[in-house]
């Protein structure tokens, strides 16, 4: 797993990682999720993957935090849609929050409107229980396929992802777009990540426009678990926060 930073656009101020899954592979290198994930979802390999990206992301999330003093950093894992429409899902995520001992406060749970699509009636029970538990839950990749506003009031989300393809709109419509959205998120009590952010300029606009988060190269690519320690420990040095 690699850690991309999600960064507080109001002071630049590092809150959480997303966990992004990476395979190294002994001839073939570094291979993307985009070439394995959807092979490991058209078959039975997507629960044991996702469930241990979960885990590994958790037991990270809890090493940063004994080595740094109990930091008030989230880390937020992707879920697959075949990983929802399994029954075990809720009792797994319960088992790992207990294993851990993740303060489930921490977590959030990533997911993109595909996956409600396929059932919403199971969709809402499963992420109504989910959310049970004390995690957070985001709606990934909004602004793409559908984007039915629908789903932002019933399902229970409380972050919103906004998709790299509506930040980088090069419309003049954008900044319309984007401060609309910002603002029904912010009414509908929700954080918003834009995904994506190029230059400092947009990540200013952004944060002027009342985005909470910010993710892309700009603020950081995503690293290993122990970089991402060793960049914490530079950034919050503990005399710093006594
Ligand atoms: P995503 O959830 O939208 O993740 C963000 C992707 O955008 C990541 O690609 C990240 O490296 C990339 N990115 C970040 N900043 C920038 C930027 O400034 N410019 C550009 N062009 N890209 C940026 P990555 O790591 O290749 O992941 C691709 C997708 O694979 C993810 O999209 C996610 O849907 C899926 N994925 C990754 N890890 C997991 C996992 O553990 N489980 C599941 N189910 N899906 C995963
Ligand atoms: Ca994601
Ligand atoms: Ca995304």
Not at 225 to 241: C, S, Y
Request: hydrophobic share 45%.
């Amino acid at each position: 797993l690699a850690y991309q930073p999600i960064i507080r656009l109001k002071d630049g101020e590092i809150a959480g990682f997303e966990a992004l899954m990476r395979w190294d592979h002994p001839k073939r290198g570094s291979i993307p999720p985009s070439e394995f994930i959807p092979v490991a979802e058209m078959s039975d390999l997507i629960g044991p993957l996702g469930l241990f990206a979960m885990d590994r992301a958790a037991s990270n999330l809890m090493t940063w935090q004994h080595q740094t003093g109990d930091l008030p950093i989230f880390v937020s894992v992707n879920l697959s849609s075949a990983q929802l429409l399994n029954a075990d899902l809720y009792n797994d995520v319960r088992a790992l929050i207990q294993k851990t001992q993740v303060n489930p406060s921490q977590l959030k749970l990533e997911l993109t409107e595909s996956l409600m699509m396929e059932n919403p009636e199971q969709a809402r029970l499963v992420l109504a229980k989910l959310k049970e538990t004390g995690l957070s839950l985001a709606l990934d990749d909004f602004g793409t396929g559908y984007s039915s506003l629908a789903y932002l009031t019933q399902f229970p989300f409380d972050t919103i992802k906004l998709d790299k393809a509506l930040v980088r709109d090069a419309t003049e419509k954008r900044a319309v777009l984007l401060r609309s959205v910002i603002a029904m998120a912010r009414a509908l009590d929700m954080d918003v990540v834009a995904e994506g952010v190029e230059t400092d300029e947009d990540a200013a606009e952004l944060a002027k426009m009342g985005c909470h988060f910010g993710q892309s190269y700009l603020f950081g690519p995503p690293a290993a678990a122990d970089a991402v320690l060793r960049l914490l420990k530079e950034r919050f040095p503990l005399t710093k926060r006594a």
